[in-house]
């Protein structure tokens, strides 16, 4: 096996998919790109790493909710350009024109244009390790949708989108919560 700088190793095991996080202060919606997101468990509880670099971090604190917007693959030039401009000079929404969708429980939007949408509210904020997780109080999928792959973040500037889908559901059926 060939040595990779221990500085790279994230690349190996970078997780995803890379989602959309919407956001609202009470008066102006944005949006953000996020990498690293983690499923914690089956209660719909996730986890994403991030902080006050992000100018949604503001609102994600104050308000204590957002929307997990999950894009797939076709979206892939609006998901880096959204990530790589900042809500404090830019409407995102507007200038990559994804549209909003008013949420049931929380303030911030859905996207449209996204696969999937996850409304929730923080659980608790690690701040140590910039990590947010949390809790899913609604989801949303669009079943219309041609497009289902997702894309993952390698975090070397490259990504990958999801492929051929095997199902060993019979198999794993013991270590699955009912109804999934």
Not at 2 to 27: C, M, W
Not at 44 to 72: D, Q, R
Not at 162 to 179: T, V, Y
Request: glycine content about 8%; some cysteine; hydrophobic content about 45%.
């Amino acid at each position: 096996m060939e040595e990779l700088p221990i500085g790279k190793a994230f690349t190996l095991i970078e997780p995803g998919p890379v989602v959309l996080v919407t956001t609202s202060d009470g008066r102006t919606d944005n949006v953000m790109t996020i990498s690293w997101t983690m499923v914690l468990d089956f209660t719909a509880k996730f986890a994403i790493t991030t902080g006050a670099w992000n100018h949604s971090y503001a609102a994600l604190t104050k308000m204590k909710e957002c929307v997990i917007a999950v894009p797939t693959v076709d979206l892939l030039d609006t998901v880096i350009g959204v990530g790589t401009c900042s809500g404090r000079d830019t409407d995102k929404f507007a200038r990559f024109g994804l549209s909003r969708v008013t949420a049931q429980h929380v303030r911030a939007p859905l996207i449209a244009e996204c696969l999937a949408n996850i409304e929730c509210r923080v659980a608790e904020i690690i701040g140590h390790h910039d990590i947010v997780v949390l809790q899913g109080v609604a989801a949303h999928v669009d079943g219309s949708r041609k497009e289902k792959r997702l894309i993952h973040a390698v975090g070397d500037g490259t990504f990958v989108a999801d492929g051929r889908r095997f199902d060993r559901r019979e198999a794993m059926r013991s270590k699955l919560p009912g109804g999934v």
